[in-house]
């Protein structure tokens, strides 16, 4: 029995020994892991790889993106063109009746004494209307003109598939407006009655049963200029009267929408005393809400946000002697003779509620100033100037051939360049 303990015990001491690690002994290696722990530990750094590579490409993209709206930014905005080439070019018959194009739809509208035709971003005719007219004025909105015969008595209305209608006055026309769905007010002149009418037609021509009659000594006054709004419910209007034995003027609104009906005459809103010693020669309708009054010293930009009582928002004051006026949907702008003498003009645009956005000086005998989208055009017959709404000059030049209107292409360095003979689709480069 004593032996047998002392085999045990000798047993434990052998395995005791085996457990102590001398100096300079190799440690005996880990067991290694179950072969389920090592996969899932491969899965994850494979995942941790794809979503960091992901992250990494996600990063450039953006500053990708950032780069390429930077640059289109600062392209849109300072990019200057040097040079032209011209895209496509369309010849036109020889018209000893030519007048003018107008800006309509996408593109242009050419008409004349003999008729009118709307031309596409292509140069091509979409429709032709024949007509005969002594003075051809026009009127655009939108998709909508209004062609009449000034100090005559027909208007044809068309949008942008052609005539919709011809409406027919008794009294002669002296201006026009249009709105955007079609409906045109006419400034009609009674000599013999040494008073004036405003009628209303709808886009087929009928005639609205509305009118306003003015008299220069009357309460209401002699229109100079009108405007209807794009949905064609309101309507603004300079209009010149005698008070005192003085001419004055006065801006007023009319609302011929179903709650209008509960105005006296239709009208909502008058302004006279900010034009005490000025005369209001044009109004136009911006937009839905906004709409702007030129006068000979001053600008004044209304609001009919209140449908009921317009309200003026700003009236800038202008010292110099204006020269020019031109407005879109989204901008108004002068320019004015400078005082300074080291330039010969000087051109303001304002947005719509009458915040001045720049004020640029330049030397240039124009004849025509337009504004297309982004784009105001400075022309003459052979040579141009472009600004763009920040009143950066983006191109000058001349051209080979005598120009009647410049409007934008398709593309931001496109324009359209048409003259009694030729049609062009220039680009910028």
């Not at 303990?5 to 002994?25: A, F, Y």
């Amino acid at each position: 029995m004593s032996d047998i303990n002392s085999m045990s015990r000798e047993l434990k001491k052998r395995q005791l020994r085996s457990r102590v690690i001398t100096p300079g002994e190799p440690r005996p290696r880990p067991q290694a892991q179950p072969p389920e722990e090592d996969g899932q530990e491969v899965v994850k750094q494979a995942h941790r790889k794809v979503m960091w590579r992901r992250l990494i490409i996600l990063a450039l993209l953006g500053i990708l993106l950032a780069g390429f709206i930077g640059g289109f930014f600062w392209y849109q905005r300072y990019y200057q063109f040097e040079s032209i080439t011209v895209g496509w070019e369309r010849q036109l018959e020889r018209e000893g009746n030519f007048t003018a194009y107008e800006t309509f739809g996408t593109n242009l509208l050419r008409y004349s004494k003999d008729g009118a035709s709307y031309i596409d971003a292509a140069g091509k005719d979409v429709w032709v209307q024949s007509y005969e007219m002594r003075s051809p004025i026009v009127a655009v909105n939108g998709d909508y003109a209004a062609i009449a015969d000034q100090q005559g008595n027909n208007i044809y209305i068309c949008d942008l598939n052609g005539c919709q209608g011809v409406a027919t006055t008794v009294l002669p026309i002296i201006k026009v407006t249009v709105s955007a769905k079609g409906v045109v007010a006419a400034i009609l002149e009674d000599q013999t009655a040494s008073a004036s009418y405003i009628y209303f037609y709808r886009k087929d021509g009928t005639e609205i049963k509305l009118f306003i009659k003015g008299v220069l000594g009357g309460n209401i006054g002699y229109p100079l200029d009108i405007s209807l709004s794009p949905d064609g419910t309101i309507l603004i209007g300079s209009y010149a009267f005698i008070e005192g034995g003085m001419l004055k003027n006065r801006v007023a609104f009319y609302n011929f929408s179903e709650v209008g009906k509960n105005a006296l005459n239709r009208f909502v809103g008058g302004f006279h005393d900010i034009y005490e010693n000025s005369m209001v020669p044009r109004v136009r309708y911006l937009n839905d809400t906004y709409a702007v009054a030129f006068a000979d010293n001053s600008i004044s930009f209304y609001t009919s946000a209140d449908v009921m009582s317009p309200a003026l928002v700003t009236q800038v004051p202008v010292e110099e002697e204006i020269k020019s006026v031109f407005c879109s949907d989204k901008y108004a702008g002068i320019i004015v003779k400078s005082v300074s003498g080291e330039y010969d003009f000087r051109m303001d645009l304002y947005g719509v509620n009458g915040e001045k956005l720049f004020g640029v000086d330049f030397s240039y005998l124009y004849d025509h100033v337009d504004i297309d989208e982004d784009f105001i055009f400075l022309y003459n017959e052979n040579s141009c100037k472009i600004y763009n709404s920040h009143g950066i000059l983006k191109y000058e030049g001349e051209f080979d051939f005598t120009v009647s209107k410049i409007n934008k292409g398709s593309q931001p360095n496109q324009i359209i360049v048409a003259g009694p003979q030729v049609i062009k689709e220039i680009r910028l480069h």
